[in-house]
């Protein structure tokens, strides 16, 4: 799924919380957990990518186009070695899981914002395909991975972010008045 409906999905959870459930949280820090996996494994290669093109070392026409960074193409360049490497760790749910209870350890609390950060791999796990970064969610223990549909059709798009508007709408609709 693309990096924005991660946010807007995580902080409609958030606010859904604060609205119906028991617990209050930052939807804010919900969202920001829900974008964090994907910004942790790209913005290394966007932010070579800007340097590159700024300093004359490519061009924009230069710029690699999706089919030949995944999955065959992206061992060719070291910046594609680090993005996959950060998107295996940042896509696993062992590794959510693990710093999930280091944390709890640590600050003797359970920080629920960080679900999005969990819904994020559970959303991702079927709207990827093997075509284009399919979510290692068992990685480091197994490299298997689903082979989901991909979030780019124009159909799922389309469902996802009518899907997003409706949900903020009742949100919206919803909210208590103060």
Do not use: C, Q
Not at 53 to 58: D, E, L, P, T
Not at 88 to 95: A, F, I, Q, R
Not at 160 to 177: D, E, G, M, Q, V
């Amino acid at each position: 799924m693309d990096v924005f409906s991660h946010g807007l999905w995580a902080g409609a959870v958030g606010r859904g919380i604060n609205r119906f459930g028991g617990r209050k949280l930052s939807a804010w820090r919900v969202a920001a957990w829900g974008v964090f996996p994907d910004v942790i494994a790209f913005a290394p290669g966007f932010v070579w990518f800007f340097w590159s093109i700024v300093f004359g070392a490519m061009t924009v026409a230069d710029l690699p186009r999706p089919d030949d960074v995944e999955p065959a193409a992206r061992d060719t360049l070291l910046i594609f070695r680090v993005t996959s490497m950060l998107y295996n760790t940042s896509h696993s749910l062992v590794l959510f899981f693990l710093v999930s209870v280091i944390v709890v350890t640590l600050l003797r609390r359970v920080p629920w914002e960080m679900g999005g950060w969990l819904l994020h791999i559970l959303m991702d796990i079927p709207t990827h395909s093997y075509r284009f970064y399919p979510t290692p969610f068992l990685w480091p223990l197994s490299e298997w991975k689903f082979d989901g549909f991909s979030w780019g059709t124009p159909w799922f798009i389309i469902a996802n972010y009518s899907a997003l508007a409706i949900a903020y709408f009742l949100l919206w609709k919803t909210k208590k008045k103060v």
